[in-house]
């Protein structure tokens, strides 16, 4: 069956940074479309950075020049390098994967910008 599964959050000071992981297994990685949402509590769930599956990237406003978004199609995995971290970005990251008609989630990793 189709796993996604996150892992590398945590809490960390303002001004830190994270670094997020996601392994897929049961997909043709490759070919997929792989994204990263979160979702603040009481907030909606927000598109923050996506690769295709050509390697081209997109970021939210909010998060661009601070997050990188990479991956590594050898070990089907996705990153999510996370600086300059603000309070706002406190939320549960969601890994996704899109390929045509088929969308797979992870079950989310918490991130907690505190001081």
């Known amino acids: 069956q189709v796993q996604l599964v996150e892992s590398g959050g945590g809490l960390v000071q303002p001004g830190g940074s994270l670094r997020l992981s996601c392994a897929a297994s049961?997909?043709?990685?490759?070919?997929?479309?792989m994204l990263w949402y979160r979702q603040a509590p009481d907030k909606q769930r927000e598109l923050v950075a996506a690769?295709?599956?050509?390697?081209?990237?997109n970021y939210v406003d909010s998060v661009k020049g601070r997050f990188t978004i990479s991956r590594d199609n050898a070990k089907n995995t996705i990153d999510l390098q996370m600086n300059s971290l603000k309070p706002e970005d406190t939320a549960v990251y969601y890994c996704?994967?899109?390929?045509?008609?088929?969308?797979?989630w992870g079950q989310g990793t918490q991130v907690t910008v505190s001081s």
């Open positions: 690769i295709s599956s050509a390697g081209s990237t």
């Open positions: 996704n994967a899109k390929f045509a008609f088929k969308n797979y």
């Open positions: 049961g997909i043709n990685f490759s070919i997929y479309n």
